[in-house]
Nanobody
Framework: QVQLVESGGGLVQAGGSLRLSCAASGMLLRINDMGWFRQAPGKERELVAIITSGGTTNYADSVKGRFTISRDNAKNTVYLQMNNLKPEDTAVYYC????????????WGQGTQVTVSS
């Protein structure tokens, strides 16, 4: 079994920064894609950023130039550096990992709240 544990959410003023982390543990052989999604109240979950095993990144248009996704393969961890935060970034942020262990499947983190005040 594989577990993802997120950290780093909180309350910040507009223009501020936060760094989210998501670490995987358990029986895993390889982590393929890693990513971050978010879900605001009353809205569907949406992709924020994704990073492949080769380091290729892709971002939602709404966060380009403000957010940076990165990964540390030695620590089985993905990060999301969020700068110049806006009130519309307020949401629960979920990490996602495509993991190969005895099988290949997708795992989700428990979610961490990010609140940006104006």
């Amino acid at each position: 079994q594989v577990q993802l544990v997120e950290s780093g959410g909180g309350l910040v003023q507009a223009g501020g920064s936060l760094r989210l982390s998501c670490a995987a543990s358990g029986m895993l052989l390889r982590i393929n894609d890693m990513g971050w999604f978010r879900q605001a109240p009353g809205k569907e979950r949406e992709l924020v950023a994704i990073i492949t095993s080769g380091g290729t990144t892709n971002y939602a248009d709404s966060v380009k130039g403000r957010f940076t996704i990165s990964r540390d393969n030695a620590k089985n961890t993905v990060y999301l550096q969020m700068n110049n935060l806006k009130p519309e970034d307020t949401a629960v942020y979920y990490c996602l990992m495509d993991v190969t262990s005895t099988t290949r499947r997708t795992y989700w983190g428990q979610g961490t709240q990010v609140t940006v005040s104006s």
